[in-house]
């Protein structure tokens, strides 16, 4: 059996990232000239010199944060569709008042290859259980499951019982849909006393995917493996057989940024996962932040693969915080460092001790110095716009979480 969806997962690294330079800059010529809002916001970028990270690095973050305020400014996608209604197969919506287009692209999310490497074949029966209604989910996994050549089952959420029974009468080859909706089916088929014997690999995303489950569904002959997906860029990340983090899809090139800010950080370092697509025609998004935290793991997987990989998902990267009635915000933080080169490294810990709001930076530098000190806590007067103290820190003293603004009053 192939191991391989194509002949990209395997190619040359070299020859990945030049070929990606090329649909970068193609990517970037598109959306400006096609959605409004990249035309304003890359007015003044030469599209055609977008051939590098380091280039890529320069162009400005458009957050998911920001999604809806902008869509609401300019309906129906904030001006970053490069489409019209009637090109679009679908519209769906996602929490917080956001609209995603689904277009008309074969495998429009790309899913087919998250799926392929979960080991789904042409000819299989998918159970999907991802929700139909509204959020785009089951559309997702549908169109990608058809892509591959699968037949789909659309079983949506809930209704425990009968989706027991579906799956009992037809056989599905496989599962899709959160980790827990599938622990809940199982469960439930016990207590009823049917088995689920066709059941033998899953494809899991929406939610963590923890080993101790993941094992519990290989003690009854299920493989699960995880997908990293969203509505707005599709798939980012899929889990392989080397079960060694998750692999960056073929469609997309990912950064790893720090928080509040659109610049790259260091190699194994935790930050915002910042997504450009390569080749969607419909919604041509160019460093899309998506407020999720992961970081990149070093060399290539041992299943073959030779895309980029990153541990998975490993928290949310907006950490505003509320002080004495008064947002702060990670970007924020990233401008008081900027001011001080001497800083390598930044934290800002709320705290209320004897129930007053506190603000105490640690800054990671090679020594102390009363006068950076000082110069540090009236940054933070001038940013923003509030009393903080400073507390200095040895090199790699900070933890590697993508952690900027740590609010410990959540805890007391």
Request: net charge negative; proline share 6%; hydrophobic share 45%.
């Amino acid at each position: 059996m192939n191991e391989h969806y194509d002949a990209l997962e395997t190619r040359d690294p070299v020859e990945r990232e030049r070929a990606q330079m090329d649909a970068l800059a193609q990517q970037v010529a598109y959306a400006k000239a096609r959605a409004p809002a990249f035309a304003r916001a890359l007015r003044d970028v030469d599209a055609e010199a977008v051939r590098s990270r380091e280039a890529l690095a320069r162009l400005p973050v458009v957050r998911k944060s920001a999604l809806a305020e902008m869509q609401r400014a300019e309906r129906p996608f904030g001006g970053l569709a490069a489409t019209r209604w009637g090109r679009l197969r679908r519209v769906f919506a996602s929490p917080g008042g956001i609209y995603d287009p689904e277009g008309e692209a074969h495998d429009y999310w790309r899913l087919a290859r998250a799926l392929f490497a979960a080991g789904f074949r042409a000819g299989d029966l998918v159970h999907n259980c991802f929700s139909y209604h509204l959020t785009p989910a089951g559309s997702m996994l549908e169109t990608g499951a058809h892509a591959l050549g699968c037949t789909v089952f659309p079983g949506g959420i809930g209704q425990t019982e009968l989706q027991v029974a579906a799956i009992a009468d037809l056989r599905p080859a496989g599962y899709v849909g959160t980790p827990s909706f599938l622990r809940i089916i199982l469960e439930r088929a016990d207590e009823l006393g049917v088995a689920l014997p066709s059941l033998e690999k899953a494809l899991v995303s929406a939610e963590p995917f923890p080993a101790s489950l993941r094992n519990a569904f290989i003690a009854r002959g299920i493989q699960g493996y995880q997908v990293y997906a969203t509505a707005d860029v599709g798939a980012i990340a899929y889990e392989t057989p080397a079960r060694e983090g998750l692999v960056v899809d073929e469609g997309v090139i990912v950064e790893i940024v720090r928080p509040g800010t659109g610049d790259p950080v260091a190699p194994g370092e935790v930050g915002e996962v910042v997504v450009t697509t390569l080749a969607n025609a419909d919604y041509p998004l160019i460093r899309f932040g998506t407020g999720d935290l992961s970081a990149v793991l070093p060399g290539v997987s041992p299943c073959g693969r030779t895309n980029q990989r990153i541990k998975g998902w490993l928290g949310r990267a907006d950490q505003t915080a509320k002080v004495k009635g008064m947002f702060v915000h990670p970007a924020q933080v990233a401008d008081i460092v900027k001011r001080h080169p001497e800083v390598r490294r930044a934290r800002l810990v709320v705290d209320n001790p004897g129930g007053a709001d506190r603000m105490m930076l640690h800054v990671e530098v090679a020594g102390t110095d009363a006068a950076l000190a000082d110069a540090l806590v009236e940054s933070i007067r001038e940013i923003t716009k509030l009393r903080g103290e400073v507390t200095f820190r040895d090199a790699d003293e900070l933890p590697n979480d993508g952690k900027v603004i740590d609010d410990l009053r959540k805890l007391e």
